[in-house]
Antibody, heavy 118, light 106 residues
């Protein structure tokens, strides 16, 4: 059974940093692109970033480019999102998702909540 | 950026009725790379449809997707109680963007 489990969310002050992790199991993690998708409370979904199998191709949505960094460790079956210079508009549930067939998401984690507040 | 506009915002229907959800895109979607997701409160989204009309594994056949170019539709032929949820379309032909969602309520 494919499972994705996020961790690392929490309360952070504006301008602060946070690192999210996502542990994958039940599939060959190194064979798949992976993405982060976020959802502000009560709002819709926004794709944030993705990374290819080996980590050599990385893409970001414009609003986070230069502040967020996606990475992966295939030996640990793990995906990461380093978030710096956090703003109020970054407050959301962050999901990791398996990115397939040129960019749709067939499996999702349960999400981790990032709260940005002083 | 490709903008996706979903309509209606809310659809009020009864179990057994047919639901028709629309997703219009600001540009033609390459290769019909459009997906549909269902999300229930407190849960992660679940993929229903990809490439506009391909049903994902385990999705009941009452869910169907159609359309091409800039106009796409998700149809639920007969609503079951568990189908009342929010539905999102997503394009992945050029980067990835989501629509704002359609809530299907009883």
């Amino acid at each position: 059974e494919v499972q994705l489990v996020e961790s690392g969310g929490g309360l952070v002050q504006p301008g602060g940093s946070l690192r999210l992790s996502c542990a994958g199991s039940g599939f060959t993690f190194s064979n798949y692109w992976m993405s982060w998708v976020r959802q502000p409370p009560g709002k819709g979904l926004e794709w944030v970033a993705n990374i290819n199998q080996g980590g050599s191709e990385i893409y970001y949505v414009d609003s986070v480019r230069g502040r967020f960094s996606i990475s992966r460790d295939n030996a640990k079956n793990s995906l990461y999102l380093q978030m710096n210079s956090l703003r109020g508009e970054d407050m959301a549930v962050y999901y990791c998702a398996r990115d397939v067939l040129h960019g749709n998401f067939d499996y999702w984690g349960q999400g981790t909540l990032v709260t940005v507040s002083s | 950026e490709i903008v996706l506009t979903q309509s209606p915002g809310t659809l009020s229907l009864s179990p057994g009725e047919r639901a028709t959800l629309s997703c219009r895109t600001s540009q033609t979607i390459r290769n019909n790379y459009l997906a549909w997701y269902q999300q229930k409160p407190g849960q992660a989204p679940r993929r229903l449809i990809y490439t506009a009309s391909s049903r994902a594994t385990g999705i009941p056949d009452r869910f169907s997707g159609s359309g091409s170019g800039t106009d796409f539709t998700l149809t639920i032929s007969r609503l079951e109680p568990e189908d009342f949820a929010v539905y999102y379309c997503q394009q992945y032909g050029s980067s990835k963007t989501f629509g704002q969602g359609t809530k299907v309520e009883i």
